[in-house]
């Protein structure tokens, strides 16, 4: 009933820059807090950034002074523009959406969703 749809990832030198998108579908009524998240093989999965529907943010220690998160609200939308990138920035990027949604026959439901992931690559 929801699909979080990634975009943007790719190939980019060592101080290059990308933008990533991932945009929320479905039966959606809301959505509010939004994040980013990157693995790399072998790893966790670690937060990178967040952005309330009120437009509250935080960034972790790795986003900090070159990544942008933001969102459209209107399209469900949320960003992350990333600047200076570096080859240990190289991981796949998933976004993460908490959605309030519909179920059928007027109700709702609220739950977590995750993307497919978009690979992200720095390297020269």
């Known amino acids: 009933q929801v699909q979080l749809v990634e975009s943007g990832g790719g190939l980019v030198q060592p101080g290059g820059s990308l933008r990533l998108s991932c945009a929320a579908t479905?039966?959606?009524?809301?959505?509010?807090?939004m994040n980013w998240y990157r693995q790399t093989p072998g790893k966790s999965r670690d937060l990178v950034a967040s952005i309330t529907d009120t437009g509250t943010i935080e960034y972790t220690d790795v986003a900090k002074g070159r990544f942008t998160i933001s969102r459209d609200n209107a399209k469900n939308t949320v960003y992350l523009q990333m600047e200076k990138l570096r080859p240990e920035d190289t991981a796949v990027y998933f976004c993460?959406?908490?959605?309030?949604?519909?179920?059928?026959?007027?109700?709702?439901?609220?739950?977590?969703?995750w993307g497919q992931g978009t690979q992200v690559t720095v390297s020269s």
């Open positions: 993460r959406a908490y959605v309030n949604y519909w179920t059928g026959a007027g109700a709702r439901a609220v739950d977590w969703f």
């Open positions: 479905g039966n959606i009524y809301r959505t509010t807090d």
